[in-house]
Each structure stands twice: as structure tokens, then as C-alpha cells.
């Protein structure tokens, strides 16, 4: 559909889609849902830890089911698989195996090794999480996805400021724009409890620590509500993971004496939710270290609120970029396209401080990253990266002036500060010097001082400026013709070939791509590197609504892909009424690839190892090769 | 501890801390000294430092993270110069243990308080009894009521901070970062009260 038609599409959508399985969709608001859940704690059995793997898609008209009460959901399964339109994915296995000859024409590995595995997704498909549930169940209920998606796309990107069920109120400042929204709600407010999306933080007394909508201190009673949930599932030996009410989740995650918990009803896997649970408390530990534990120790009473005074930015920030940044699903962080003597001369100055005592020497540009160096044996995981970019990027002092602050990288070190001199470079080029040592800032200021001058010497900065203005891989640039390529074929990951070329090159002229067989976009994550590309967001895939919502089909992908239960699994193809979905995953790489639903099935394989093969052409561009900083 | 290995010493300091040479000066008639700015959240201590630096007021508030680092350098009427070398720290409680890091070693500080705050004001004297204790016994102190703009808010009396002050061997001065009032007096007066190297 194109893209200025699609919101209009969707709502009709969303009005035909009505006679979907909630008749009463605005009866399930959190309290009530909540209070379900209490009236049920005595009688309900606790639900086991691996009872919670799958998304519950006809879930909706029963409010009763509070827990995932089947395992693995074999009732709901049937359901879906009835209500699968099997026939289709029948149909479409078989459009795999006639690929098959094309791939093995061209040589490579790969799709033969996935033709096997096709079959196995296809008996595992049913029960393959919730991602095949959800879709599986009913043209209503996959598009009823499609509704709250909108909704909420609405309310964040038309306005600007948040996510809103209704999508109404607020200005229309287009830009995202950073901090905390709705301070005046509390959980008496009907726009708080319509929020689609809550984060919480509190004590294991009870306490709140952060909310992302409304007052902490007016939330209290809503929060020790949380903490009654919580202590009475432990009460009894166990520990509460997830508890579904209606179409909302409410996923718990206990981390010593802090509590996280999201309520949400995005549809997001229970597996994602959790993730960015993970990643706000690491965020909370970013900025605290692990040794807040010590507070609750000397008093179980301690209010930590002020502790994190002035950082609703950040998580404000992080809770944003769950709805547009890979790297917070992928647990992998991407880099700016450049030439790779470019990269090399970033890298080389890096490395030259690196010796001088800085623990990690990080040059980044938004969330892409120039280069990054480690001093010997320190590894840098792609969580902390993301915690750490966002923690700067959100924090718009270190705009000002050069700044010397202490932070924790979780991954490396929960209970310890390091200190951080981040100094801009540009409006949106920053040098993160990462140190041990309290007094070493004018060591660090030095260390920047001689560092900007080699980059600026070297023009690595205004190489950096156009790679921006440049962008990174297009779709519509993947090359055609398979046989000039073997010329530039790095023949492994690692092995350095000087790229004299720029990004200019990717624009070769391409034509065919389009119409039913056309790619819309992909990322591809190298495992070996830690790092993932991803295609620029072309047409139709324009508006931020339409690619937060292609980044939660991917979400769910991934999670579908990972499921700990039922998978991994090798390989997807999913096709509905908003896209194929193919999704590909080997020991070296996973690619997720979105097609025109229309796309046919056996020229979007063959699409997809185009597009493998042209991001290993120009792998010393895309990626930051040789530092593997993540190795010891 | 001590000062970071690339920078020399050029006079011996009190020990650790973010000094590149203990707050000190290069000669008698171009003197370096290390600032830093104490105080609660929200008073307004980077604007000061934006003003006097830069001349820029911004009234979106931009919460510092840690400590910024900048530096100005003011000419003074006996044809001497002071450089400022500026620790502006940030006024969250978690960064309170902190502060030593930023302040050890530094010549002057600068606490400041809100006076639309009387929570601001107590903080101030919190950091005034803390550089007492563990500051350089030469430092040379001010307290800064800031926000002088909004006389209509305010609850801090301008005899309360002057009283303060005095009591304890404090500059007094009261400024306002968005109008720019007072901003570059402060910094002159306190080049002004520095030590001066006796030459030699």
C-alpha cells in the first residue's frame, strides 16, 4: 500500500476489524485487570517459570485467564492451527525447495541447508511462540495488532510526546522529544490507565522508584499493589514472571531489592518485554552501580527516587528507542558506514590512548559507532554500549562543554564506577574516554585534545558528516547481477581489503526489485562481530508509525526465532497482510528481511542471499572488523 | 593519587583530585585557578558558568551529569590575568559523595543557592560546612543567591545570605544568570580576593 494511504487504510482497518475476539476492549483497564489478579492469587496455581513462553493471542475475550495457565498454550495452539490458513504455508514450503536449485546455482551454502531446516519450522510452526500464534489466529486478530499499533503510533509520533491509546491531546511538535510526559497523572487518572505501555521501578518495600507516566509519589499505592503481587508469589516459594488479564501483559522482573515491571498491551513477546526490563535496570545501574543494593540493606525503607534525580531523560530516552533501535532486541550495536581506511585512521589514535591507561576509547556518532578500542582484555558488551550511548545522547549537558562523570557499565562491571570524559566533537559526534581512575580528566582532556586533531588532520570527521548525509545501505542499491560481485568478495570476515570507494558505490543502478517480489528492508546481524546493519527505511516503509511497527514485527521475529522452548530455529517465512517476513539464521549471521506482501516467495529467498552477499562485499564499510573488542 | 601523570605538578598540592596544578598560578601576573560550583540541583550553576563563560542564557534547564568542565579567563584593572579553570558539578544527591573529587585542591568555590528556595539555601550551607571541613583551608568562598530576577519568589532575604556569609568568612553576592546581573562581578570579585603569589 503506498504510504501516504496507509494510515487512512489502517483505520478503516481498524474499523472493520471490530467483530475481533474483545467485546469488551475497555473493560480490561490495569486495575481492574489487577484486581482479577488478586481475586485470583489464592485460587489460581502459580504459574511455572516455562509456562510463559507464548503470546497469547485469543487471550482477549477471556479476562479470567490471569496466568498463562497452559503450558505452552496446546489448547490455544489447536486454535491457531485451525484457524492458520495452513494452506498458504503449505503451499509456500514447497516455494522454498523449488529456490532450492536457484541457490545451489549460484554456489552458496545456505538456502540448501535451509531447506531442510523449513521443514522442521514447519511441524514446530504451531506452537513456534507467540509471533505464530498471534499471526496464526484469525485475519481479526492479526489486524487487531494492527489497531494498537496505530493507536499507539499515533499518539507517539503524531504528537510527539508519548504514546497515547487514544492518540488525541498534546501539541504537535513532530520531533520526539526527550523526558518525562504526564507528571500530573496518577492511577486514578483514566489517561494514565490507557496508557498502552507502563515501566515501573520500585523497592521490594513497596517503594516507587521511576514511572514512566505520571508521579512517582502519587503512584505509591499502585506500586505496593506491585509488591503484594510480587512477595505473594514469593511468599509461596515461586517467583511471578508474567500474568496476562485481558489484552494486557504485566511482566515482572525481580533484580535483588529492585522490582521492574511493564504492563503493557502492545502484544510485544513476553521475551522482549522482559529484555527491556533487563535494559532499564541496567540503565538504573549504569548510572547507580549495584551498590544502591547496600541502601536497602542498612533500610528496607530507602527511597531512591532522589538518587536518580534528573534522569527521567534517560529513561525516557531508552524507553523511545524500544521502538526504533535494533540494538535493543538484537543485544548488538551497528556502525557508521565509512571507508575502511577511514575507520582505520579513527581506530589507530583510538588505540594510541587505549595504551595510556583509558579502559575504552569510544567514538560515536548518534548510536552508530566510528570506532571503538578496549585496552588488552577489557570487552565492552553491546548492552552497555547502548546504555552508555543513551545516557549521553539523552543527557544534554555533555553538549556544553566537556564533562567528567562516573558511570557503571553493567555488563563489565556492575559494582564499580568508572569515570567517563565525554567530550562533542560535532553536533552529533562524540569521544567517550572511559577510565578507572578518579583524577585522570586532564589525562583524558589531553588524551581528546590530540585525538580531534588526528581526526580532524585525517578528515575523519567530515567523513563522518557525509556518511550521515549519505546514509547507510538502500534496498533499492542491492545489486542485481551476481557475477561482477565475486570480484570484491572479501573472502573472510576479518581480512582487511582497502576500500577506495565510497558510499556511492552501493548506488548502483538496480532495477527489478520492485512489484511483488520487492524488498522493503532488512537488518542483518553478524554474529561473530556483535554487530548488525540495517537498511535504510525506504518507501513504502516511510512514516515513523509504519517502522516502529515493521521494527515490532521484527521483534517479535527475533523472539520468535529464539524461543528458548521450542526453537532456535533456523529459518521464517511469514507472510501477511502487512508483509512477508523471512527470517534467516546461521552460525555466522541472522538476517531479517521485509518484502511486499505480495512478494513472491522463491524471489525473496533469492533476494535474500543477494542481499548476504552485498553486505559481505562491502563488510569493511559497514562494520568495525578486526577490534572484536568482545573477545577476550 | 595525585595529579594525572601527563600534567606535571608545578607546585606542590594537597593531594588527589582533578587539579592540573593544584588551583595554582603560572606567574605572578597570570594566575590559573581551579572553581568549583557547589550547590543544590536546579539553582542555576551552570547557567552562571554558561553566562560568564559564553554569555548565553538558556531557560531550558539541562540537568549536568557528573561534573562540565570549562574555562574563562578574566582580565583584571592591575593589568594581571586569572584564568578560571571551572568544575561545574552536578547537584543530584548522587553525585554529593562526589564532590571531593571536584572540589579537593580547588581555590575557590562557589556555592550557590536559589532564593525562591529555602531548601536550596540549607543545601548551601551543608556545602559550606563540608568545604570547611575537608576543602583547602585557603580557599577563597562565596555564596552566590541566584535568581535574583524573580524578587517576587523570593524567600530567601538578602540579610540571610549576607549574615551567612560573614559568619563564615564569605563573599557574598546575589546574581541573576538570566539577566546577566552580577554575573561577571562575582568572577571579578573573586580574582580580586585571590592570594596573590609573592613575587620572587
Known amino acids: 500500500m503506498g504510504s501516504d494511504s496507509e494510515s487512512p487504510t489502517s483505520s478503516d482497518d481498524s474499523t472493520s476489524q471490530n467483530p475481533n475476539p474483545n467485546p469488551h476492549p475497555n473493560s480490561t483497564s490495569i486495575d481492574q485487570s489487577l484486581d482479577a489478579i488478586e481475586d485470583q492469587l489464592t485460587s489460581i496455581a502459580l504459574a511455572q517459570p516455562n509456562d510463559l513462553a507464548s503470546d497469547d493471542p485469543a487471550s482477549s475475550s477471556e479476562e479470567e485467564e490471569v496466568f498463562k495457565d497452559a503450558p505452552n498454550g496446546s489448547v490455544l495452539e489447536e486454535e491457531n492451527q485451525k484457524e492458520r490458513n495452513e494452506g498458504e504455508i503449505v503451499e509456500e514450503e514447497v516455494g522454498v525447495v523449488a529456490a532450492e536449485e536457484e541457490v545451489r546455482e549460484e554456489g552458496r551454502l545456505g538456502w540448501r541447508r535451509v531447506n531442510s531446516e523449513v521443514e522442521v519450522d514447519r511441524l514446530s510452526s504451531p506452537s513456534s511462540s507467540g509471533y505464530a500464534g498471534e499471526r496464526g489466529s484469525s485475519g481479526g486478530a492479526s489486524t487487531a495488532s494492527g489497531i494498537e499499533e496505530i493507536g499507539e503510533d499515533r499518539g507517539f509520533d503524531g504528537n510527539g510526546r508519548g504514546e497515547f491509546f487514544d492518540g488525541a491531546s498534546d501539541s504537535q511538535a513532530p520531533p520526539w522529544v526527550p523526558g518525562k510526559r504526564h507528571v500530573d497523572e496518577d492511577d486514578a487518572s483514566v489517561s494514565w490507565r490507557k496508557r498502552k505501555k507502563h515501566f515501573f521501578i520500585l523497592s521490594h518495600s513497596g517503594k516507587p522508584i521511576y514511572s514512566r507516566y505520571g508521579d512517582e509519589h502519587k503512584l505509591a499505592g499502585f506500586s505496593a499493589t506491585l509488591q503484594a503481587i510480587i512477595s505473594f508469589v514469593e511468599n509461596g516459594g515461586d517467583r511471578v514472571k508474567l500474568v496476562r488479564a485481558g489484552k494486557h501483559q504485566v511482566v515482572f522482573l525481580v533484580k535483588g531489592p529492585i522490582y521492574l515491571v511493564c504492563i503493557s498491551c502492545t502484544e510485544e513477546p513476553y521475551e522482549s518485554l522482559r529484555g527491556q526490563l533487563e535494559l532499564i535496570y541496567g540503565q538504573m545501574i549504569l548510572i547507580l552501580t549495584k551498590s544502591v543494593n547496600r541502601c536497602f540493606e542498612k533500610n528496607p525503607k530507602f527511597d531512591m527516587t532522589p538518587l536518580l534525580g534528573g534522569t527521567d531523560v534517560v529513561f525516557s530516552s531508552l524507553v523511545h528507542s524500544f521502538s526504533w533501535n535494533p540494538a535493543t532486541f538484537l543485544h548488538a550495536y551497528t556502525c557508521l558506514p565509512l571507508a575502511y581506511a577511514t575507520r582505520q585512521a579513527a581506530g589507530a589514535i583510538l588505540h594510541d590512548v587505549a595504551d595510556s591507561g583509558v579502559l575504552f576509547a569510544i567514538l560515536m556518532c548518534k548510536h552508530k559507532v566510528v570506532s571503538l578500542v578496549g585496552a588488552q582484555k577489557a570487552s565492552l558488551h553491546p548492552d552497555d554500549m547502548l546504555l552508555l550511548s543513551n545516557f549521553v545522547t539523552s543527557s544534554e549537558s555533555f553538549r556544553t562543554s566537556e564533562s567528567f562523570s562516573p558511570i557503571c557499565l553493567p555488563r563489565y562491571n556492575p559494582m564499580a564506577f568508572l569515570y567517563a570524559y565525554v567530550h562533542y566533537l560535532d553536533v552529533d559526534t562524540y569521544l567517550m574516554l572511559l577510565t578507572t581512575s578518579s583524577d585522570a580528566f586532564y589525562h583524558l582532556k589531553d588524551c581528546r585534545i590530540r585525538i580531534e586533531m588526528v581526526l580532524l588532520k585525517s578528515n575523519v570527521l567530515s567523513e563522518v558528516q557525509r556518511s550521515m548525509l549519505d546514509g547507510g545501505m538502500r534496498v533499492e542499491d542491492l545489486p542485481v547481477d551476481p557475477s561482477p560481485r565475486s570480484e570484491f568478495s572479501s573472502p573472510h570476515l576479518g581480512q582487511s581489503r582497502i576500500a577506495t570507494d565510497s558510499p556511492d558505490r552501493f548506488r548502483e543502478a538496480f532495477a527489478g526489485i520492485g512489484g511483488p517480489a520487492g524488498l522493503w528492508h532488512f537488518i542483518y546481524r553478524s554474529i561473530f562481530l556483535d554487530q548488525y546493519v540495517s537498511s535504510e527505511f525506504a518507501s513504502p516503509i516511510n512514516s515513523s508509525q509504519q517502522q516502529k511497527r515493521l521494527y515490532r514485527a521484527y521483534q517479535k521475529l527475533y523472539a520468535s526465532m529464539h524461543d528458548k522452548v521450542i526453537g532456535p530455529h533456523k529459518t521464517q517465512f511469514r507472510r501477511d497482510e502487512n508483509y512477508v517476513l523471512l527470517c534467516w539464521v546461521t552460525p555466522d549471521f541472522e538476517l531479517y528481511a521485509a518484502f511486499d506482501p505480495l512478494a513472491d516467495k522463491a524471489l525473496a529467498i533469492s533476494t535474500c542471499n543477494r542481499v548476504c552477499q552485498w553486505v559481505k562485499d562491502v563488510e569493511n564499510e559497514i562494520f568495525l572488523l578486526g577490534a572484536s573488542p568482545f573477545s577476550w | 593519587m595525585g595529579c594525572s601523570s601527563s600534567v606535571p605538578s608545578k607546585s606542590s598540592g594537597l593531594p588527589g583530585g582533578l587539579n592540573s596544578d593544584n588551583g595554582g598560578m603560572v606567574d605572578a601576573k597570570?594566575?590559573?585557578?581551579?572553581?568549583?560550583?557547589?550547590?543544590?540541583?536546579?539553582?542555576?550553576?551552570?547557567?552562571?558558568?554558561?553566562?560568564?563563560?559564553?554569555?548565553?542564557?538558556?531557560?531550558?534547564?539541562?540537568?549536568?551529569?557528573?561534573?562540565?568542565?570549562?574555562?574563562?579567563?578574566?582580565?583584571?584593572?592591575?593589568?594581571?590575568?586569572?584564568?578560571?579553570?571551572?568544575?561545574?558539578?552536578?547537584?543530584?544527591?548522587?553525585?554529593?559523595?562526589?564532590?571531593?573529587?571536584?572540589?579537593?585542591?580547588?581555590?575557590?568555590?562557589?556555592?550557590?543557592?536559589?532564593?525562591?528556595?529555602?531548601?536550596?539555601?540549607t543545601k548551601a550551607q551543608y556545602w559550606v560546612k563540608e568545604l570547611q571541613k575537608h576543602g583547602s583551608p585557603d580557599i577563597v568562598m562565596a555564596l552566590v543567591g541566584n535568581k535574583a530576577d524573580l524578587q517576587e519568589k523570593r524567600e530567601v532575604t538578602v540579610q540571610d545570605g549576607i549574615d551567612y556569609a560573614e559568619k563564615n568568612g564569605m563573599f557574598f553576592i546575589e546574581t541573576s544568570a538570566k539577566t546577566a546581573d552580577n554575573v561577571n562581578q562575582l568572577f571579578e570579585e573573586i580574582a580580586k580576593r585571590l592570594p596573590r603569589p609573592s613575587p620572587s
Not at chain 2, 51 to 62: A, H, L, M, W, Y
Not at chain 2, 81 to 107: C, H, M, N, S
Open chain 2, 30 to 121: 597570570n594566575l590559573r585557578v581551579k572553581l568549583v560550583l557547589l550547590g543544590d540541583s536546579g539553582v542555576g550553576k551552570s547557567c552562571i558558568v554558561l553566562r560568564f563563560v559564553r554569555g548565553q542564557f538558556d531557560p531550558t534547564s539541562k540537568v549536568t551529569v557528573g561534573a562540565s568542565f570549562l574555562s574563562q579567563t578574566v582580565a583584571l584593572q592591575d593589568s594581571t590575568t586569572v584564568k578560571f579553570e571551572i568544575w561545574d558539578t552536578a547537584g543530584q544527591e548522587r553525585y554529593a559523595a562526589l564532590a571531593p573529587l571536584y572540589y579537593r585542591g580547588a581555590a575557590v568555590a562557589v556555592v550557590v543557592y536559589d532564593i525562591t528556595s529555602p531548601e536550596s539555601f
